[in-house]
């Protein structure tokens, strides 16, 4: 790394700076002297006139004044509300430069955190870039004065609700019932900083396969008020591709949208989605990726590795979420274990299994890490194990375990590359061979990124387990 020879002081408030590249939040970075310098809504290769915000020891964030020459992927964003909502921060660079810049950002976190150069190979692109977001969640206010309902999304790095009337990565459906949901019903929208008001956010599931939508109003309350019932009935009487209304409970000052509690007040409390030619139940407090085209491809992949490599392994499937993996491989497997927190989802997947007369899948309930450790203890063995943690990544008890109980790959799944890189890192620590990454992208027009990594454990040394973490 270049030595930093510029002070902070000497860096001036405005500046003509060359953007290098992207940091791992999407944010443009240029140096000056090795002195960084973050840039929102930059592109590589832009060359950008900037105020400079507050001055860190080491770096600083910076705004555009004046874009001087713009990079040749800079393109006009599709959507007029990009620059104020903070949800796709990449939307105004064109999509194949897109793909290029998140292969970098994979492989920039695996040389910081995991420590050496891992094969990184081009990103898989999603089938769609507009409308692919299946899973909405807006937070819902209201105006001042008039008690206008708004919903939308949160100005970047702010709780400021810009008021979305269109947003073009979702199903246009979604848009046609949150203006209803502004322009119906009786209901008050809640107040953050005051902890007032009935509707704090609008949750909407939308099937790709079926374009059926499982709608939830998350409400300020511990029980159900005639406005938030009416306004259920209203949407359910209202839309023909909405299969089912309901109302979630959280009254706690909390920055979790969903509590545990939900009732469904019209139709059913799941929606239908594909995956791998299989069809699954997702409700609204269960796990499914966002972008179900997306993930089809993954899902394909990972069957396809396996089918190439290995004669019907055991599998185990860990963070199972509605058993996704699990029931895809199912026909390519001798035999599934799988293990997930959310009793809600272990109870859809039985639905699943049970529907489909799947005989070689046993579930579980509980924590990953947990789980893991008694199998061990049981002396049971599996020739793949599945890792698809949430972002925090996996606990150290999971990955120690891990090592254990599997023979031959792990196959972690994750969308976040920091916590994946410090995995794998602990996971190559004990022999383990990180092969390659495969990223897809899950997510196009914003900086995440989805990336399955294939982990070779011929060389590992059982790792001493020292409880409790
Ligand atoms: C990224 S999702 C993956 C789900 C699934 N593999 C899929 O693709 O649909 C992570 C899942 O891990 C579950 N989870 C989080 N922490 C857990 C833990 N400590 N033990 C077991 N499951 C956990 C979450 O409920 C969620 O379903």
Excluded at 330 to 349: F, N, P, R, T, W
Excluded at 417 to 424: G, I, K, N, Q, V
Excluded at 436 to 460: G, S
Aim: hydrophobic fraction near 35%.
């Amino acid at each position: 790394m270049k030595e930093q020879l510029i002070t902070k002081k000497e860096i001036p408030s405005e500046l003509t700076v060359k953007i290098e590249k992207l940091s791992n939040l999407g944010l443009g970075i240029a140096k000056v002297d090795g002195y960084v310098i973050f840039v929102k809504n930059a592109c590589p290769n832009d060359i950008v006139k900037i105020r400079v915000g507050k001055k860190n020891k080491n770096f600083a964030n910076a705004e555009i004044i004046e874009v001087i020459e713009p990079s040749p992927n800079r393109i006009e964003p599709f959507c007029k509300m990009q620059k104020v909502c903070g949800a796709c921060q990449l939307q105004f660079i064109d999509y194949d430069a897109q793909l290029k810049i998140k292969k970098e950002i994979v492989q920039d976190t695996m040389r910081s955190i995991y420590g050496h150069d891992v094969e990184v190979r081009d990103v898989i692109p999603s089938p769609i870039t507009k409308e692919y977001r299946h899973k909405i969640q807006y937070p819902i206010g209201q105006t001042k004065d008039s008690k206008r309902i708004l919903a939308g999304y949160y100005k970047t790095g702010s709780h400021e609700l810009v008021n979305v009337k269109h947003c073009p990565i979702q199903p246009a459906y979604c848009d046609e019932i949150i203006d209803f949901i502004r322009n119906n019903g009786n209901i008050t929208g809640y107040d953050e900083s005051t902890h007032r008001g009935e509707l704090r956010h609008v949750v909407i599931r939308t099937s790709y396969a079926n374009k059926k939508s499982l709608v939830v109003l998350v409400v300020n309350s511990n029980k159900i008020s005639n406005s938030a019932k009416e306004l259920c009935n209203l949407i359910f009487d209202n839309f023909e591709n909405v299969s089912g209304v309901g109302i979630n409970f959280n009254d706690k000052k909390t920055n979790l949208i969903l509590s545990n509690k939900t009732e469904i007040v019209c139709g059913q409390d799941f929606i239908e989605e594909n995956l791998c030619d299989k069809t699954f139940k997702v409700s609204v407090n269960t796990f499914f990726q966002v972008n179900p085209l997306s993930a089809d491809k993954i899902f394909r992949y990972v069957k396809n590795y396996i089918q190439n490599n290995f004669d019907k392994p055991t599998i185990l499937d860990a963070y199972a979420g509605i058993t996704a993996f699990g029931i895809c491989l199912s026909d390519i497997a001798s035999k599934v274990v799988s293990i997930e927190e959310v009793k809600q989802s272990v109870e859809l997947a039985k639905e699943v299994i049970d529907d489909n007369e799947i005989k070689n899948i046993e579930l579980h309930q509980g924590d990953a890490g947990d789980f893991l450790s008694n199998e061990t203890a049981l002396g049971r063995q599996f020739q793949i194990t599945i890792l698809d943690p949430p972002r925090k990544g996996c606990s150290l008890n999971s990955l120690d375990y891990a090592l254990k109980l599997t023979e031959k790959k792990i196959i972690y799944v994750s969308c976040n590359p920091a916590t994946l890189a410090r995995d794998l890192k602990y996971l190559k620590e004990h022999g383990a061979i990180v092969e390659y990454i495969q990223p897809f992208d899950m997510f196009p027009h914003t900086y995440h990124i989805e990336n399955v990594a294939i982990i070779d454990l011929k060389n590992v040394q059982i790792p001493e387990i020292k409880l409790p973490y």
